[in-house]
């Protein structure tokens, strides 16, 4: 079975702009999480989606958004890039939320760099 | 109460060693606590996971030690080889359906030949 793929790998934007991340579950996984990974701030969630709905936001501003099609794919945006936003972005998928053994499972992630 | 705490930041073992990671809780209703195993490069990977009403799970070289009444959870690597060389993160997840994790900061090993 496939593993979670995330698309592009990595990416080099600007300041003020924004991007566009792709995240394809496992198949048969039915939520996706985002998490950004840092140096500084480590591991942190970002949201969860399940069924085309946001589940659970992390602590991030509005500019981080995300969606979910019918297909169990995700996309994550951020807007109005800032050097901060430099990071791995990870996606993990489950296989239902709210199924006991809550195992997630990870992608290669996506390596923003802002300049 | 949403953190967990970990240490050490880093360790270095020797070939055939053992490899311990520790890692501390506050809240109560966390009630999943995965391991997770990262390369440079690479997404983490999950390695093993325990829930609070067993104290010990074992897989291969890998082990959990779960003492619920001192909230805190460990990870030991027997046998420790180079190959082990990783980032291991500890995470913990509240009991409300939702695939939310809350990650430790980190313990980097080096296992030296």
């Known amino acids: 079975k496939a593993g979670v793929t995330q698309t592009p790998r990595y990416l080099i934007k600007t300041r003020g702009q924004q991007v566009t991340l792709s995240c394809s579950p496992i198949?048969?996984?039915?939520?996706v999480s985002w998490y950004q990974q840092t140096p500084g701030q480590g591991l942190q969630f970002l949201f969860e989606?399940?069924?085309?709905?946001?589940?659970n936001k992390g602590n991030f501003p509005g500019r981080f958004s995300g969606r979910q099609f019918s297909n169990s794919r995700s996309e994550m945006n951020v807007s109005t890039l800032e050097l901060g936003d430099s990071a791995l972005y990870l996606c993990?998928?489950?296989?239902?939320?709210?199924?006991?053994?809550?195992?997630?499972?990870f992608g290669p992630g996506t390596r923003l760099t802002v300049t | 109460q949403q953190q967990v705490k970990q240490s050490p930041q880093s360790l270095i073992v020797q070939k055939g060693g053992i490899s311990i990671i520790n890692c501390a809780y506050e809240?109560?209703?966390?009630?999943?606590f995965p391991w997770y195993q990262q390369f440079p490069g690479k997404g983490p990977a999950l390695l093993i996971a325990?829930?609070?009403?067993?104290s010990e799970k074992k897989e291969g070289r890998f082990t959990i030690s779960f003492n619920k009444s001192a909230k805190q959870f460990s990870l030991h690597i027997m046998d420790s080889q180079p190959g082990d060389s990783a980032t291991y993160f500890c995470?913990?997840?509240?009991?409300?359906?939702?695939?939310?994790?809350?990650f430790g900061t980190g313990t980097r090993l080096l296992v030296s030949p």
């Open positions: 989606y399940f069924s085309e709905t946001q589940r």
């Open positions: 809240n109560t209703a966390f009630d999943y």
């Open positions: 995470a913990a997840s509240l009991n409300t359906g939702f695939q939310k994790l809350v």
């Open positions: 198949s048969g996984h039915r939520s």
């Open positions: 325990i829930r609070p009403d067993v």
């Open positions: 993990a998928s489950s296989l239902v939320p709210g199924d006991t053994t809550y195992e997630q499972y």
